[in-house]
C-alpha cells in the first residue's frame, strides 16, 4: 500500500470515528454498578436493572466530544438539561419514558461526562450543538424536552433553525429573561420571570456559593434543590454524584450569557407547534410560565401543586407523575 493511499485511509478512519460512536452500555462506561439508596417499586433498585441504559459520544464541528445518554425504542425523545445538569439526573425519568420512546439526553458542553472546554460557552453555540446531535443521531423530527437552562438551548435553536425538526416541544421551568431590567415595572418582571438585578452576583452566588442578597438573586432554585424531599431526587442525585464530577470553573464560564439572554421575542413569534409548559407552586416562576402560556398558541400548562413537589426539579422529585402527564402529552 502507497504512503498516500494509507494517508488518506488513515483520515477516512479519524473522521468516522468523529462521527459515529459505538453504543456502549452504561455500566461498562461507568466502570461499576451502582445500588440506590432507596428501594422504590417501579424504579431500578441498581444500575444493573436498567438493562438498556447506553452512554454514547459524538464530535461536534468545533471538534468538542458531547456525551449522551440513551435507551428504549419508538419515537425519538430528547432531553435537554439545565445548567451544570447531565443525563444521570434524569435515570428514573429515562427508565419510566424509555419503555415507550427512544430517550436521548444530550450532556452539554463542560456538563456530565461531556468535554470541558474554553471554547463555545454561550447559548447560541449549545443551540448549535443540539442541532449536530440531532444529525449525528440522524434524526428527521423528535420531541423535544428542555429543563431549566435547557429550555433556553431549545429557544435558541428554534431561533436559530425554525421548528420544522421539532414535532412538540416542552419547557420545564425556565425564565423567559432571568436578568431583570432596571426600567421594567414589576408586572413586566413577573412575566420575564426575572430573578436578578446582577448577573455578576448571581454567576458568583451559583458557583462559589457567595452570599447573595434575596433582593439581588433569587435563590429560591437553590433552595429547592437542597430540599431532599423525595425518595426519588435522592436516588437520582446520588447516582449523579458518584459518576459525575461537575467542575464549577468550566460550568461558570455559560452562566454570564446564559443570564443576560432575554427570549420574549422567540416565544411571541417563532414557537408554532404543540407546546407543554411545566412548572409549580414552589417555582418563583410560575407567574412567566403562566405568560408564556398566553402567547404561545396551542400551549398547555401543567402547574404542580406544593404537595405534588412543583418546584423546579418536578420532574426528578415526582417523576412518575412527570412521565404521565409528558405521555398523555405527546399522545394527545
Given at each position: 500500500m502507497n504512503i498516500g493511499l494509507r494517508a488518506a485511509l488513515y483520515a477516512l478512519s479519524l473522521f468516522v470515528s468523529s462521527c459515529v460512536a459505538l453504543a456502549a452500555p452504561a455500566i461498562e462506561v461507568l466502570g461499576k454498578d451502582y445500588v440506590f439508596p432507596n428501594k422504590l417499586e417501579g424504579l431500578p433498585a441498581s444500575l444493573s436493572d436498567f438493562t438498556n441504559l447506553q452512554i454514547n459520544s459524538f464530535t461536534t464541528g468545533d471538534g468538542v466530544t458531547l456525551s449522551y445518554w440513551e435507551a428504549g425504542s419508538g419515537k425519538p425523545l430528547v432531553f435537554i438539561p439545565g445548567w451544570s445538569a447531565n443525563g444521570a439526573e434524569f435515570i428514573n425519568v429515562m427508565y419510566l419514558l424509555s419503555k415507550r420512546y427512544h430517550v436521548?439526553?444530550?450532556?452539554?458542553?463542560?456538563?456530565?461526562?461531556?468535554?470541558?472546554?474554553?471554547?463555545?460557552?454561550?447559548?447560541?453555540?449549545?443551540?448549535?450543538?443540539?442541532?449536530?446531535?440531532?444529525?449525528?443521531?440522524?434524526?428527521?423530527?423528535?420531541?423535544?424536552?428542555?429543563?431549566?437552562?435547557?429550555?433556553?438551548?431549545?429557544?435558541?435553536?428554534?431561533?436559530?433553525?425554525?421548528?420544522?425538526?421539532?414535532?412538540?416541544?416542552?419547557?420545564?421551568?425556565?425564565?423567559?429573561?432571568?436578568?431583570?431590567?432596571?426600567?421594567?415595572?414589576?408586572?413586566?418582571?413577573?412575566?420575564?420571570?426575572?430573578?436578578?438585578?446582577?448577573?455578576?452576583?448571581?454567576?458568583?452566588?451559583?458557583?462559589?456559593?457567595?452570599?447573595?442578597?434575596?433582593?439581588?438573586?433569587?435563590?429560591?432554585?437553590?433552595?429547592?434543590?437542597?430540599?431532599?424531599?423525595?425518595?426519588?431526587?435522592?436516588?437520582?442525585?446520588?447516582?449523579?454524584?458518584?459518576?459525575?464530577?461537575?467542575?464549577?470553573?468550566?460550568?461558570?464560564?455559560?452562566?454570564?450569557?446564559?443570564?443576560?439572554?432575554?427570549?420574549?421575542?422567540?416565544?411571541?413569534?417563532?414557537?408554532?407547534?404543540?407546546?407543554?409548559?411545566?412548572?409549580?407552586?414552589?417555582?418563583?416562576?410560575?407567574?412567566?410560565?403562566?405568560?408564556?402560556?398566553?402567547?404561545?398558541s396551542n400551549a398547555r400548562l401543567y402547574v404542580y401543586t406544593r404537595a405534588e413537589q412543583g418546584d423546579h426539579f418536578l420532574m426528578f422529585k415526582t417523576p412518575f407523575k412527570f412521565a404521565e402527564d409528558l405521555r398523555e402529552f405527546l399522545e394527545h
Amino acid at each position: 500500500m502507497n504512503i498516500g493511499l494509507r494517508a488518506a485511509l488513515y483520515a477516512l478512519s479519524l473522521f468516522v470515528s468523529s462521527c459515529v460512536a459505538l453504543a456502549a452500555p452504561a455500566i461498562e462506561v461507568l466502570g461499576k454498578d451502582y445500588v440506590f439508596p432507596n428501594k422504590l417499586e417501579g424504579l431500578p433498585a441498581s444500575l444493573s436493572d436498567f438493562t438498556n441504559l447506553q452512554i454514547n459520544s459524538f464530535t461536534t464541528g468545533d471538534g468538542v466530544t458531547l456525551s449522551y445518554w440513551e435507551a428504549g425504542s419508538g419515537k425519538p425523545l430528547v432531553f435537554i438539561p439545565g445548567w451544570s445538569a447531565n443525563g444521570a439526573e434524569f435515570i428514573n425519568v429515562m427508565y419510566l419514558l424509555s419503555k415507550r420512546y427512544h430517550v436521548y439526553v444530550l450532556d452539554p458542553r463542560n456538563q456530565g461526562l461531556s468535554q470541558r472546554v474554553e471554547h463555545g460557552v454561550r447559548i447560541s453555540r449549545y443551540s448549535m450543538d443540539l442541532r449536530e446531535f440531532g444529525d449525528h443521531l440522524g434524526l428527521e423530527s423528535a420531541d423535544y424536552v428542555g429543563w431549566s437552562m435547557g429550555a433556553a438551548v431549545l429557544w435558541g435553536y428554534i431561533d436559530l433553525f425554525g421548528t420544522k425538526t421539532i414535532n412538540k416541544a416542552v419547557f420545564v421551568d425556565e425564565p423567559v429573561s432571568i436578568y431583570s431590567h432596571a426600567d421594567w415595572s414589576e408586572q413586566e418582571r413577573l412575566e420575564a420571570g426575572g430573578m436578578t438585578s446582577s448577573v455578576e452576583r448571581m454567576v458568583s452566588a451559583f458557583t462559589v456559593g457567595t452570599p447573595a442578597n434575596q433582593l439581588i438573586v433569587d435563590m429560591k432554585v437553590v433552595e429547592r434543590a437542597m430540599a431532599k424531599d423525595s425518595p426519588c431526587y435522592v436516588n437520582s442525585e446520588a447516582f449523579a454524584n458518584e459518576f459525575v464530577k461537575t467542575d464549577p470553573e468550566y460550568t461558570a464560564k455559560v452562566l454570564f450569557d446564559h443570564a443576560t439572554n432575554d427570549w420574549r421575542d422567540v416565544i411571541r413569534h417563532k414557537i408554532d407547534l404543540p407546546t407543554a409548559i411545566f412548572t409549580g407552586e414552589y417555582s418563583n416562576n410560575l407567574p412567566s410560565q403562566r405568560w408564556m402560556a398566553s402567547v404561545i398558541s396551542n400551549a398547555r400548562l401543567y402547574v404542580y401543586t406544593r404537595a405534588e413537589q412543583g418546584d423546579h426539579f418536578l420532574m426528578f422529585k415526582t417523576p412518575f407523575k412527570f412521565a404521565e402527564d409528558l405521555r398523555e402529552f405527546l399522545e394527545h
